[in-house]
């Protein structure tokens, strides 16, 4: 049974940085893409960040310079690292490998 478990959202401040976590449990996620989403309240789930298998990653255009995802492969967890936040990156970011999603976390910046 794959579980993916999301902490390290809160409140924090326009300009400052938070750190989101993904745990990822039930098989290995060395050869799997590992990816961020998140949604605003009232709008629709979007595209953060993704962690590929290979190496590479890609960025929503809004966070690119911002946020930085990364991954550990032997702990399978998933990163967020975000820098100067906005308070349009107020939202519940969840994780997401393969065909599963975890509960979300919320992160709510003030600005």
């Known amino acids: 049974q794959v579980q993916l478990v999301e902490s390290g959202g809160g409140l924090v401040q326009a300009g400052g940085s938070l750190r989101l976590a993904c745990a990822a449990s039930?098989?290995?996620?060395?050869?799997?893409?590992m990816a961020w989403y998140r949604q605003a309240p009232g709008k629709a789930r979007e595209f953060v960040a993704i962690?590929?298998?290979?190496?590479?990653?890609l960025y929503l255009n809004a966070v690119k310079g911002r946020f930085t995802v990364s991954r550990d492969n032997n702990t399978h967890t998933l990163y967020l690292q975000m820098n100067n936040r906005k308070p349009e990156d107020t939202a519940i970011y969840y994780c997401?490998?393969?065909?599963?999603w975890g509960q979300g976390t919320l992160v709510n910046v003030s600005s």
């Open positions: 997401s490998v393969l065909e599963f």
């Open positions: 039930g098989r290995s996620f060395s050869d799997t893409n």
């Open positions: 962690s590929g298998y290979l190496g590479t990653t």
